[in-house]
């Protein structure tokens, strides 16, 4: 017999009010002549995630190394400044947004810096940094935040606004996920050593027996840091993020869909559209249509 849930929703400690606009999604391979960025005044909201490299990042007077999963919470009206040490791969995941959509919102990228005047301001609550533990959480929505900048219609809309939600939900978790989570700053190390390992063997294989190695540790003891501090196994990581750098190919480059399928180690392209349409809902082919 099937029991009954009735819940009522407590009240909140603030009202949060908020239907945001996504004015820009950016998946953005950083090429090694740009190695510094400067806004001194921000006319919307930006969060800039480094899914890879590294340097330092100025906002609010505070200067932040840069490594993966660093995130930056940059609020109208605030500027940054950032370098990226040289030699280093830069993989950035950007996203600029009002809080409040209004009639001004559709104004297109870049934002005119007196724009900020006009914006409601993303409350306290968020720190303008932090380093994520669970960032697949934050990598999958921003994917399909990307998916949904590209369409148009009252769907999409309400896909870039629940999507954009959803992000300020896991950027809010974050702040409350137990330090035990990661057992101990080595071990956080020794999964962020294994993530850039993973990130420069995206168009090879790489054992898992290789990465343990490489990183200086066992398998087993690999396995099961690296799920306490991404949520996720190796295995379906690595194969995340060889689909997503196999998406960024279908995007920008003039590789055919069966030289990319080769080039990220998969055994023929129905494999590759097969596992593609699994994590994205769409197929290679509808991805090189856009």
Same mark, same amino acid.
């Given at each position: 017999?099937?029991?009954?849930?009735?819940?009522t929703?407590?009240?909140?400690?603030?009202?949060?009010?908020?239907?945001?606009?996504l004015?820009?999604?950016?998946?953005f391979?950083?090429?090694?002549?740009?190695r510094?960025f400067?806004?001194?005044?921000?006319?919307?909201?930006?969060?800039?995630?480094?899914?890879?490299?590294?340097g330092?990042?100025?906002?609010r007077?505070?200067?932040?190394?840069?490594r993966?999963?660093?995130?930056?919470?940059v609020r109208?009206?605030?500027?940054?400044?950032?370098?990226?040490?040289?030699?280093?791969p830069?993989r950035m995941?950007?996203?600029?947004?009002d809080?409040?959509?209004?009639?001004?919102?559709y104004?297109?990228?870049?934002?005119?810096?007196?724009?900020?005047?006009?914006?409601?301001?993303?409350?306290?609550?968020?720190?303008?940094?932090?380093?994520?533990?669970?960032?697949?959480?934050?990598?999958?929505?921003f994917l399909?935040l @990307?998916? $949904? &900048?590209?369409?148009?219609?009252?769907?999409?809309e309400l =896909?870039? *606004?629940?999507?954009?939600? #959803?992000?300020?939900?896991?950027?809010?978790?974050?702040?409350?996920?137990?330090?035990?989570?990661?057992?101990?700053?080595s071990?956080?190390r020794t999964?962020?050593?294994?993530?850039?390992?993973?990130?420069?063997?995206?168009?090879g294989t790489?054992?898992?027996?290789?990465?343990?190695?490489?990183?200086?540790v066992?398998?087993a003891?690999?396995?099961?840091?690296?799920?306490?501090e991404?949520?996720?196994?190796i295995?379906h990581y690595?194969?995340?993020r060889? @689909?997503q $750098? &196999?998406?960024?190919?279908?995007?920008?480059?003039r590789? =055919?869909? *069966?030289?990319?399928?080769? #080039?990220?180690?998969f055994?023929?392209?129905s494999?590759?559209?097969?596992r593609?349409?699994q994590?994205?809902g769409v197929?290679?082919?509808?991805?090189?249509?856009k």
């Amino acid at each position: 017999m099937n029991e009954q849930r009735f819940i009522t929703t407590p009240a909140p400690n603030a009202p949060q009010p908020y239907s945001p606009w996504l004015r820009l999604a950016h998946d953005f391979p950083v090429d090694e002549t740009m190695r510094i960025f400067e806004q001194s005044c921000l006319g919307d909201h930006a969060l800039h995630y480094f899914h890879e490299g590294s340097g330092s990042y100025e906002l609010r007077g505070e200067t932040i190394p840069i490594r993966p999963g660093t995130v930056f919470l940059v609020r109208p009206g605030e500027g940054y400044y950032f370098q990226l040490d040289c030699g280093v791969p830069v993989r950035m995941y950007n996203l600029h947004f009002d809080l409040i959509e209004t009639p001004h919102s559709y104004h297109p990228h870049p934002v005119p810096p007196e724009a900020c005047r006009e914006q409601v301001r993303y409350p306290e609550t968020l720190p303008p940094h932090q380093q994520l533990v669970n960032r697949p959480a934050y990598e999958q929505t921003f994917l399909q935040l @990307l998916d $949904a &900048a590209s369409r148009i219609g009252p769907e999409a809309e309400l =896909e870039r *606004k629940s999507g954009l939600l #959803k992000l300020f939900a896991v950027l809010h978790r974050n702040l409350s996920l137990s330090p035990g989570r990661a057992t101990g700053e080595s071990h956080r190390r020794t999964v962020e050593a294994a993530i850039a390992e993973l990130s420069k063997r995206l168009s090879g294989t790489l054992s898992l027996a290789e990465l343990a190695a490489h990183v200086g540790v066992s398998r087993a003891l690999l396995c099961r840091i690296f799920r306490e501090e991404t949520g996720e196994s190796i295995q379906h990581y690595f194969a995340a993020r060889k @689909l997503q $750098a &196999a998406r960024s190919d279908l995007l920008y480059s003039r590789l =055919e869909i *069966k030289e990319i399928a080769a #080039k990220y180690g998969f055994a023929d392209v129905s494999h590759f559209t097969r596992r593609f349409h699994q994590l994205t809902g769409v197929t290679p082919g509808e991805i090189r249509k856009k």
